[in-house]
Each structure stands twice: as C-alpha cells, then as structure tokens.
C-alpha cells in the first residue's frame, strides 16, 4: 500500500504491507530509534510517539492509519541543538536512569501539558500510567513533568 | 542498531519443559533462503555464562544449543533471513521430534528420591560431576557453640518461601554481531560486562581474543540480567559466522520473560533469643530454586549466608544452602542477589522474636546489628572484611523520630474496614566484592586517563553504566582530584580492545570499587602534571599546588607565594609536546581491600482495606548511609527505584508455572506480570530520603555504593507494616489481596 506520512515535519512516502505497525516503520525503515519497543502490546509506553498532536503507542497504530496525518517522535522534539523544555526538565530533574522509557514519558508529558499546562500530582499521575519505568520508582519523572509545567508557563 | 547486508535472527525454542530431541528437520527452512543452526553445529562446550567466580567455584552444565531442552524456552536451534518475518516463517518450518521427559516445578519435590533427573552430569572445572537428588551444588557451614542457641529464652522456627520474579529490565535481550574479514567478530549486546563477554566467546568459539571486539552500548535496565552473558549473544555468533553476515537477534518481551528470573528460594529459619534482647544463635536451611540451568549458584550460597549472618550478631550459626534444580527458566542475579529474599525472612523474624521477649522491635534491631569494627562476610565467607563506616544507629533512631515510631498503632486495637500500621526494616548490601586477599569471587576494574592538549582529559574505561549515575560518578571524581570541572573530562566510547578488564557492572560496585581505578588513575596523571609543570616553573614537584581558575577556564598549577610561577594544565600540555616529553596518562587496574556495606533503614506506613485485601502506600522514610554523597540527586533516585522494586516484590509480582505443560501461567505474556505503575506509588509529599552523615576511609573520596542497599530492606518493611495494622504475618511473598483476606478469614473468621 502506498502511503504519505509527515514524519517530524518532513513529507515521507513508503509502500507497506497493510500489516506493518507505526513502530515498525518508524525504527527499522526511519531509523528513529528513539522510539522503542517495550512490549508490542500496549502495556509498556515505551514506544509512544504523537499522530497529528496526540500521544498514541506506535505499537498499536498501523502505517497505513497514519496515511496522510503527522507522526512526531522523540527525534523531532527538539529544536535543532536545542532541547526541548521537558526534555531540559528530565535531565535537570534526574527523572533518567536507564533512559529506555524516557522518548516515551516525554512524548506522553507533552502531550499532557498541552491538554493542561498546570497539572496537579493526581493529574500527572493518572496522565503517565500508562508508561512504564523499572529504575526511577517514577519520583524523579513527576517532578520532572511539574518543573517542565513551569518552565513552559514562563 | 543495524548494518548493511544485516540478517535477522531467530531462535527455536522448546515446548517440552524437558525432552530429549530424536530429530531436527531443517530442509523447510533452508529451502526458504534462512541460514539454519542445530545443535551439531555449534562447538560441544559446556559451559557457565557469568564468570565473575573463579573455576573452581563454576559449574558448568549449559550449551550454546541443546539436544535436551530443559525447561520451554530453551535454545535447540536458530535461523537467520533477510527480515524478522521470513526468520519466523522459516522458524516455524523447521521440524522437530521429541522425545517428552518427566519434569519438576518445585525445589523441594524436585529432591525427592525417585524424581526425574535433570542433568545426569555437569562439569566444575574440567571435572565430570554426577548430579544427585538434583542438587546442583551446596554449601554448609557452622560457626560458634550450638550450646548458644539450646539456652534461648525464647525460638522461632518458620518456613518462608519467596516469589519468583522477572526482572522487567524495558529493554529485552539483544545482539548484533558482525564477523570480520581478518576471522573475528564485533559484538554489541545487552550485557554488564563487555571483558567477561568477550571471555566466554572465546572459550566457546575458540577465537583469539584480540579478534573479539565486544563494544560498549547503552543499556535499557538491567538488574542483574545481564551479569550473565544472555543465551542470544551466544547463538547469534554462531549464525554469523556461519552466514559470514552480521546478524541482530532481539528477544520479543515473551522471549524475554522466559529468558531469565530471580531465584526463588525457600528458607527454613531458626532464630534464638534472650530475655535480655540478645540474639542467641540461628539456623537456616536455603533452599534455592535456581532453574534448569546454573548461572553462578554457588557463589550465591555462600552470598545467602553472608547477607544472613551479616545483618545481626549471632554468637552460634548453623548453615546449609542447597541450589536446586527444576524445569523452569534459570535464575539469575536480581537486584541485591539474595539479599532481598533473606533480609525479608530476618526481619520478618526479628520482629516476630521482638513481640515473643517483650522488646520494641526497633529496640531489638539496635540492639543486635553488626556496625563499625564487626567482622563484615558480605559476599559470602570467602569475603570478609571489617567494618569500617556505619550509620545504622543514625538511620533509626533519626527515622523514628521523624515517624514517632514509639506511638505506633497497636494491631490488637484496631477493627474497622480499613487498617494503618507502621513497619521498619533494615538491610545493607555490599559496595562492590572487594577484600583484603583474593576470594573466589574476581573483583578489580581498571582505567585509562591522558591529558589532552587543550587541558581536558579523556576518560576511558570497561565499566558499563545502565542508568546508575555510574560513569557520573567517576566523572566527578576525577575531576575532583585533577581540580578541573566535570565537562573538562570526556568519557570515551570504549570496547574490549580499547581498554583494560574490568569485571562487571554489579554488586553496587560502580562507584566504590570503578570509582577507586578511576581515582588511582587520576592520581598517576597528577603526579606526571606536577612533574612537568615542576621543570617548566623550576619548581619542586611535591612543593607546586594546582586551583582552578574560572577566568582562564583552567587548572592552573602554582608555586605559592612566589609571583609569577604558575603555569595550566594546557600550557603543560603544550610545553610537554613541543618538548617531546609526552602526555601526561595513565593506565592502572584497581582491586579495593574491602567490600564495605551501605546500609539503609526504612520506616513504611501502610493501610490495607480489610474488605478487598488491597494494601495502599500511605507513608516511606528512607535513610540510607552510603559514604559522602557524591551526587544526592541519582542517590536519592537509586533509593526511589529501590523503594519501587521493594514494594512490588512484596506485593505484586509473581511467575507461577502450570505444572500441565511446564510454561508460564501467564504464557509470557506482561499484561499479565503486574509491576507498579505511577498509581502505585505514593505522593511526593509522602516518600522522605535522608542520608546518614559516614565518611568511608577506604571509597573514593568515602564514598560507598547505594545500588542494592536500596531494594534490600523493602519486603521485610512492608510485610512488618502490614502485620502491625492487621496482627497477621504472612511466611509467602508476594502479600496479595488473596492472601490477606484468606488470612484475616482465619484470624477474625
Ligand atoms: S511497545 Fe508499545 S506499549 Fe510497549
Ligand atoms: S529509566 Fe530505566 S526504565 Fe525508566
């Protein structure tokens, strides 16, 4: 199948196999390998990246249903050298251990600051559950998300 | 990661829990273009993946491919082709015939007289072992007079028996290795130790070891999962060099869950008391669930009664540790390898012993712990060293106070559906494996420093980091000791061939025993600078003092008091080649002369709602003494992650087998393996980190580890926190709603 995707603002055409995931197509033929593969079944965040805006697992989403709609991953976050305020506010913050998990909390925290730019903990909390970390217990990664809700406010 | 000309790999696993295999069909697959591998194909070694012990404390019994599959999930073959879909359809073609075995689920049935034997024979060293009653190996040991223990005051006798878990590191195992012209490979893994990696390929594959470049990559967690080298590495090389293609095998997630887990261990303890709240003496039969295959299980035997006999002083001790083989995916290292099992027991027991003899169980931990000047066994008795930095004493008298731990609720008081309780638990973990005299674990690591000539320096070094803060660490530690800031000191992209052994990443070893290297190193490549700045300034090198100015953005090495005479580090650097006399670096390999333990302490407050059993975090302090702080941002994050694994350890996790077809109950799949989520853990407000004030002589600048200590003292909290709201205990982790409605059923009826 021929389809046209925006990938992190630049106009991509690909064939695919009407089976082939976003995840896929975005690591083995883009070679944006920030996105990552956690679990292929939706449980981990890992591989979270945004459709037109919206934080959606790439592992749940086929190339072909992105056809004509923009994906932004982790890649495209930041502007040029210059990161990204929640990705400053993970480093800053100490939110990354492993970093596996980080493309993906950030990819969901910017998609919960732009729904919200003032979360509460709750909020945050109910926001990210679906993204999974093993190394920080999460503490680090919520104060992250509330110093980056600050930074953007200004 | 991926090459030009890259085949995927896949590879075939068995169904059977154990099996003997008559036939193996492959013409399938190869008529589909896959390259195949069979067991004939890979050399007859049988080998052990970890080497962080010396031979002769390694038992041998595993292959790179098996003709008799032990547990389901076990390697009996693989293929490679052009995409990860035709390796799986070619997969899937590759026919086999079985020949069923009987097989076994538990330890303890699994050493029952007329139980199915796993391995006939196994190797330690170049010996021929016979294996009997499926005891892989053990370890007894007595200390003291048995007389201790008959004149308690009071005894507990119990059986505990911990869950099985997976390790859930977010990355799953892989491997990419591509064969070189010169008859070698490059190997870029999931691994904690590039050196023992390229060790193990070299005793299997026989190639020389300046041919095996094994590359240092970043790592998506860990745990101890990678201690070992992973069964994939050791596949994928032989499909490389079979195919003379570089080839990327990565396990999928349900792979992975059948890859490796924790040991699962059952322990009967016996613990004595006096009135007086001493400790009288114990003894303790482990039991060690250890899987199909052994990947270092007798060093863990003697860990076990290490952790045990290190946590409080027992005047007699009685030991006898058994690893124990079954039908299920080999146990390996997790996260305070053992540790967390048998301080969970103790302190499930001190506090049990504390109520019998009428002292307040804090009291009673005060009273008995091992601190500054003890003997210290850490890893096991072949590593004992003294105490010689301690903060217990600080941990729990400053958490108490923090908590009111003396006004704590009394679970006979308390009766409605839901019910509070406060717990403490305390632990401690080893800083590396370190001691004055070689043991039969291998512990040293190594550095490379050089001066660049702009004033900076590169740093290169084996030790791998995966998330621990750990080349952080030794950033800042040379930087310290050469007075420069942390950006003026590179860390280079390493691999075996580019930088001298270092055993592995585990053990909470980063920091206290790498860090140690790195400080050595430093200190050879001070002496060179203030050699050279001594012949530029005319100076006595021992006499010239080194500050960093900000202005210049250098290290400025000075005669003081005498105007004039200071010269940075770049203008040495310069001179130093202008003058051929050469950079300024060193090379030096490190063993520390002792394995010091961070100790840590918690304080947990729980409700559990007596009408669904769920248990609610309301409360955690944490203190932890782990030397000076080299940076209190990652130590607070190790105890966070620490906290997290503890608390689901004692709550949630679990890998039960159907005994029908020997797989996971769950069938591999993580939906069905529960770890916390941002739901479980508590509010910011609610979690407390504080760090004792120690000073370790013998850490870089005194520091400690932090890594383990974190995780160790968790379930044993937890579970005493749950006892002091609902007055039960509970002898079986994990603590689940099922369990404590069963049992609240029992007491209240
Ligand atoms: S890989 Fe998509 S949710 Fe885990
Ligand atoms: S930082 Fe390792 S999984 Fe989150």
């Known amino acids: 199948m021929e389809i046209e995707i925006t990938i992190n603002g630049r106009k991509r055409r690909f064939d695919v196999e009407p089976n082939k995931l976003l995840l896929n197509l975005v690591r083995d033929e883009l070679y944006l390998t920030g996105t990552k593969y956690g679990c292929g079944i939706g449980e981990c965040g890992a591989c979270t990246v945004h459709l037109d805006g919206e934080a959606v697992l790439a592992c749940m989403v086929l190339a072909v249903d992105a056809d004509g709609r923009s994906v932004t991953t982790i890649e495209g976050v930041a502007d040029g050298d210059k990161l990204d305020p929640v990705q400053e506010a993970y480093i800053e913050e100490g939110a990354i251990q492993c970093g596996f998990c980080t493309p993906g909390f950030i990819m969901s925290t910017k998609a919960l600051l732009k729904e919200n730019s003032d979360p509460s903990e709750g909020e945050i909390r109910e926001y990210l559950k679906g993204n999974y970390c093993r190394c920080t217990g999460y503490v680090n990664i919520i104060k992250a998300v509330q110093s980056a809700a600050k930074k953007m406010q200004g | 990661m991926s090459f030009p000309n890259m085949l995927y790999g896949r590879v075939l696993k068995s169904p059977h829990a154990h099996a003997r295999i008559k036939a193996m069909d492959v013409s399938g697959a190869e008529a589909m273009g896959a390259v195949t591998l069979t067991p004939e194909e890979v050399p007859d070694v049988t080998y052990c993946p970890r080497l962080v012990s010396i031979p002769s404390a390694t038992y041998k019994d595993w292959k790179v491919l098996t003709d008799k599959p032990h547990y389901v999930g ?459 700045a001594g012949k530029i300034l005319d100076a006595y090198p021992h006499a010239v003092r080194i500050r960093y100015d900000e202005e210049r953005e250098q290290a400025v090495v000075f005669a003081e008091g005498i105007e004039g005479r200071e010269v940075t580090y770049r203008e040495i650097a310069e001179t130093a080649r202008h003058k051929n006399w050469g950079t300024a670096a060193a090379v030096e390999s490190y063993r520390q002369p002792s394995c010091p333990p961070h100790f840590t302490g918690y304080f947990v407050e729980v409700e559990v709602d007596t009408w669904t059993g769920k248990v609610k975090l309301l409360r955690v302090v944490a203190g932890a003494d782990i030397g000076t702080v080299i940076n209190p941002m990652l130590a607070a994050g190790q105890v966070h992650g620490g906290f997290a694994q503890g608390w689901s350890m004692t709550v949630l996790e679990d890998l039960p087998y159907d005994p029908d077809d020997g797989d996971l109950v769950n069938r591999g799949s993580v939906a069905n393996y529960k770890v916390p989520t941002t739901m479980d853990m508590l509010d910011l407000d609610d979690l407390t980190v504080f760090f004792a004030d120690t000073y370790e002589p013998t850490g870089p600048f005194g520091a400690k580890g932090i890594g383990e200590g974190a995780l160790n003292p968790v379930a044993g909290t937890v579970a005493n926190a749950i006892q002091n709201a609902l007055g039960v205990r509970f002898f079986q982790l994990p603590i689940t709603p099922i369990r404590i409605l069963e049992a609240l059923r029992e007491k209240e009826g």
């Open chain 2, 74 to 532: 076990e390697a009996i073959g693989a293929v490679a082709a052009e995409s990860e879909e035709e390796a799986q359809k070619a997969l899937e073609a590759i026919e086999v015939d079985y020949e069923v075995l009987g097989a076994s689920f538990d330890a303890l049935e699994s050493m029952k007289p007329g139980a199915e034997p796993i391995h006939d024979e196994i190797y330690l060293e170049d010996d021929l072992l016979k294996v009997e009653n499926n005891v892989g190996c053990q370890l007894e040991i007595t200390e003291g007079d048995p007389k201790a223990l008959e004149d308690a005051d009071v005894v507990i006798e119990r059986t505990y028996r911990t869950n099985r878990r997976y390790h859930n590191q977010l990355e799953t195992k892989s491997v990419m290795v591509r064969p070189e012209a010169d008859g070698g490979i490059s190997v870029w893994s999931t691994t904690q130790t590039i050196h023992n990696t390229r060790l193990l390929l070299h005793d299997i594959y026989g190639i020389p070891m300046g041919k095996i470049r094994v590359y240092k990559v970043a790592l998506g967690g860990s745990f101890g999962s990678s201690i070992h080298v992973n069964p994939v590495v050791n596949v994928a090389v032989g499909l490389a060099l079979k195919s003379r293609r570089p080839v990327k095998l990565s396990y999928t997630r349900e792979e992975d869950i059948r890859d490796h887990c924790a040991y699962q261990m059952i322990f009967k303890l016996k613990l004595g008391a006096y009135k007086n709240g001493k400790l009288a003496g114990g003894r303790l039969e482990a039991y060690l669930d250890i899987g199909a295959h052994q990947i270092q299980a007798y060093p863990l035997l003697g860990c076990v009664v290490g952790w045990w006999v290190s946590l409080y002083k027992l005047p007699y001790k009685d030991y006898v540790g058994k690893a124990v083989y079954t039908n299920k995916v080999p146990s390996c290292a997790f996260r305070g390898y053992g540790n967390p099992q048998i301080s969970w027991v103790v302190e499930t027991m001190m506090d049990e012993l504390a109520g019998k003899i009428g002292v307040d169980p804090l009291d009673f931990r005060l009273n008995n712990y091992i601190g500054e000047g003890d003997i210290f066994w850490g890893q096991g008795p072949s590593v004992k060293s003294i105490i010689q930095s301690c903060g217990v004493e600080e941990i729990l008298t400053r958490g108490a106070e923090m908590v009111d731990w003396y006004n704590r609720p009394n679970p006979e008081e308390q009766t409605g559906r839901y019910r509070r309780g406060w717990g403490v638990g305390r632990g401690y973990h080893t800083s590396s494996a370190g001691a004055p005299v070689p043991s039969s674990i291998v512990d040293f690591g190594g550095a490379m420093l050089k001066m660049n000539e702009d004033g900076t320096f590169d740093y290169v070094s084996a030790l791998m980091d995966h998330g621990c803060g750990t080349q952080d660490a030794h950033i800042k530690i040379v930087a310290e000791e050469l007075c420069v800031t942390a950006d003026m000191v590179n860390i280079i992209r390493a691999d075996t061939g580019t930088t001298v052994y270092d055993v592995c990443t585990h053990a909470s070893r980063g920091v206290y025993s790498g860090g140690g290297a790195a400080l050595k190193v430093a200190m050879k490549v001070k002496e060179k600078i203030r050699d050279f």
